[in-house]
T-cell receptor, first 118, second 110 residues
Framework: GAVVSQHPSWVICKSGTSVKIECRSL??????MFWYRQFPKQSLMLMAT?????????EQGVEKDKFLINHASLTLSTLTVTSAHPEDSSFYIC??????????????FGEGSWLTVV | GQNIDQPTEMTATEGAIVQINCTYQ??????LFWYQQHAGEAPTFLSY????GLEEKGRFSSFLSRSKGYSYLLLKELQMKDSASYLC???????????FGTGTQLKVEL
């Protein structure tokens, strides 16, 4: 079963409104979560790294005031797209890192969220 | 930056073997992942290379050469269901984060 759950799977919102996407690790504590955006026929673009209890680290070119990331607990990170515009329509996907000893880290992905701004 | 480049598209025949390359420029990283992704779905883990050399896993093998800044994914006995996007990704390399390559869309034909 899924170890990282993302909600909602699909969301349609009006231009100018805000929408929140949740990412939960179901059976482990994720100190670090990642948010990606993916446009059709393109690869995953890392938007930000979300660390529990501290501010997210945003990648160059990603507007931190537009894409608000909160990682309030070890199992939940949220991405809020503020004042959404049609160009923000995309597939947003989160992932969580789980330490697995000497083999490094295992990365689990959420199911992804399709955002359509109309 | 970590310019991670892959061919955009590849086409191969069912039953054949295909090699998908990934080249990168980075100062250092912990390991390299390969993922398969079908449209609209989350990536599925295929392999993880830490050391140079070949990692074999059934029909899929992945190779890494750190000195050459190069990796490849080898798919054998291709099946129609292997038609998907294949993504390499570097773990680490300037913080604990997973950075994806440009992705390769593979089409398997009869």
């Amino acid at each position: 079963g899924a170890v990282v759950s993302q909600h909602p799977s699909w969301v349609i919102c009006k231009s100018g409104t805000s929408v929140k996407i949740e990412c939960r690790s179901l059976d482990f504590q994720a100190t670090t979560m990642f948010w990606y955006r993916q446009f059709p026929k393109q690869s995953l673009m890392l938007m930000a790294t979300s660390n529990e209890g501290s501010k997210a680290t945003y990648e160059q070119g990603v507007e931190k005031d537009k894409f608000l990331i909160n990682h309030a607990s070890l199992t939940l990170s949220t991405l809020t797209v503020t004042s959404a515009h049609p160009e923000d329509s995309s597939f947003y996907i989160c992932s969580a890192s789980r330490a697995t000893g000497i083999s490094g880290n295992t990365i689990y992905f959420g199911e992804g969220s399709w955002l359509t701004v109309v | 930056g970590q310019n991670i480049d892959q061919p955009t598209e590849m086409t191969a025949t069912e039953g054949a073997i295909v090699q998908i390359n990934c080249t990168y420029q980075t100062s250092g990283f912990n390991g390299l992942f390969w993922y398969q992704q079908h449209a609209g779905e989350a990536p599925t883990f295929l392999s993880y290379n830490v050391l140079d050399g070949l990692e074999e896993k059934g029909r899929f093998s992945s190779f890494l050469s750190r000195s050459k800044g190069y990796s490849y994914l080898l798919l054998k006995e291709l099946q129609m269901k292997d038609s998907a996007s294949y993504l390499c990704a570097l773990w680490g390399g300037g913080g604990n984060k997973l950075t994806f390559g440009t992705g390769t869309q593979l089409k398997v034909e009869l």
